[in-house]
């Protein structure tokens, strides 16, 4: 059974840091392209940042480039979001998502057919 599994989420101040990271089971995951997700109440599901199944690119959402870095360690199946200069509005429930051989559209959720269960950030000013 495939399993993505967020830890790494938590209570920080404007300004402050947060690393998420996204423990992937059931199979190995070096072909999925992999992407960060969040959802604030009230709001749709918005895309963060995703990094190919190669490791070779990474993209991101205007609103955390130069702030957050997409990361994954194929050998552990694990991939990471460092979240720096955190503001309020990072405040979300954070999702990991994956899709096999994924090469294009990371931003829709729509093309990701795994997902973790989410990992709360709070950021406060």
């Known amino acids: 059974q495939v399993q993505l599994v967020e830890s790494g989420g938590g209570l920080v101040q404007a300004g402050g840091s947060l690393r998420l990271s996204c423990a992937a089971s059931g199979r190995s995951f070096s072909t999925y392209g992999m992407g960060w997700f969040c959802e604030a109440p009230g709001k749709e599901r918005e895309f963060v940042a995703a990094?190919?199944?190669?490791?070779?690119?990474?993209y991101y959402a205007d609103s955390v480039k130069g702030r957050f870095t997409i990361s994954r360690d194929k050998a552990k199946n694990t991939m990471y979001l460092q979240m720096n200069r955190l503001k309020p509005e990072d405040t979300a429930v954070y999702y990991c998502?994956?899709?096999?051989?994924?090469?294009?559209?990371?931003?829709?959720?729509?093309?990701?057919?795994?997902w973790g269960q989410g990992t709360q950030v709070t950021v406060s000013s």
């Open positions: 990094i190919t199944w190669t490791g070779d690119s990474t």
């Open positions: 998502a994956a899709e096999e051989y994924l090469s294009s559209s990371y931003g829709y959720p729509k093309n990701y057919g795994y």
